[in-house]
Nanobody, 123 residues
């Protein structure tokens, strides 16, 4: 079972950029598509982006298209989410997830999840 750990969250100002990282524990990391989600207080978990197992294909939610970029480095068992032009509406706990198939946007499509990292954007 793959273990995922997010990092890179923190407090930033509106307009800033931030890069989140997610590390995977297994050598099979490269077999999984990876997804990024976020959840703000009182809201449902929201799909942001997914990247296929090789890293050659990505798919984004309309709300972040053009601002967020997902990449991965399978040699390091890492996936990244580069976020730009952040606003207060981007404040949430951000999660990475691993699962089969691409592109998948439903949280239930991903059996493996990290514990999340908090991103707070001050206006």
């Amino acid at each position: 079972q793959i273990q995922l750990v997010e990092s890179g969250g923190g407090l930033v100002q509106a307009g800033d950029s931030l890069r989140l990282s997610c590390s995977g524990s297994e050598r099979t990391f490269g077999n999984y598509a990876m997804g990024w989600f976020r959840q703000a207080p009182g809201k449902v978990r929201e799909f942001l982006a997914t990247i296929n197992s090789s890293g050659g294909r990505t798919y984004y939610a309309d709300s972040v298209k053009g601002r967020f970029t997902a990449t991965r480095d399978n040699a390091k068992n890492m996936v990244y989410l580069q976020m730009g032009s952040l606003t207060a509406e981007d404040t949430a706990v951000y999660y990475c997830a691993a699962g089969p198939g691409f592109p998948r946007t439903a949280p239930d499509s991903y059996p493996y999840w990290g514990r999340g990292t908090q991103v707070t954007v001050s206006s």
